[in-house]
């Protein structure tokens, strides 16, 4: 059974820094591709950031170029998203997912399994 766990989630003043992880059990981690996802109430699911199996290349979303960091250590089965700078817009439940394609995606639909999330606060 495949699971992805997110953790690291919590309330953090804008300007402040958090890390999430994402661990994964049940598939071949180093075999999948990863990407961060968040969704705020109301609005569609929204693709973050993206990593290759190796953790060879990453892509970004503008919004968060510069500020979010996504990295991987596939000995331990588990991803991160390091983010600085938080902004109230933030503000999301925070997915990881994972991807057999190497091919970079920014379409849900596109990504194999999902973890339940961890809610990112960020106060004004």
């Known amino acids: 059974q495949v699971q992805l766990t997110e953790s690291g989630g919590a309330l953090v003043q804008a300007g402040g820094s958090l890390r999430l992880s994402c661990r994964a059990s049940g598939l071949p981690f180093s075999n999948y591709n990863m990407a961060w996802f968040r969704q705020a109430p109301g609005k569609e699911r929204e693709f973050l950031a993206f990593?290759?199996?190796?953790?060879?290349?990453?892509t970004y979303a503008e919004s968060v170029k510069g500020r979010f960091t996504i990295s991987r250590d596939n000995n331990v089965n588990t991803l991160y998203l390091q983010m600085n700078s938080l902004k109230p817009e933030d503000t999301a439940m925070y997915h990881c997912a994972a991807r057999a394609s190497n091919t970079v995606s920014d379409d849900p639909r596109m990504y194999n399994y999902w973890g339940q999330g961890t809610q990112v606060t960020v106060s004004s």
């Open positions: 990593i290759t199996w190796i953790g060879s290349r990453t």
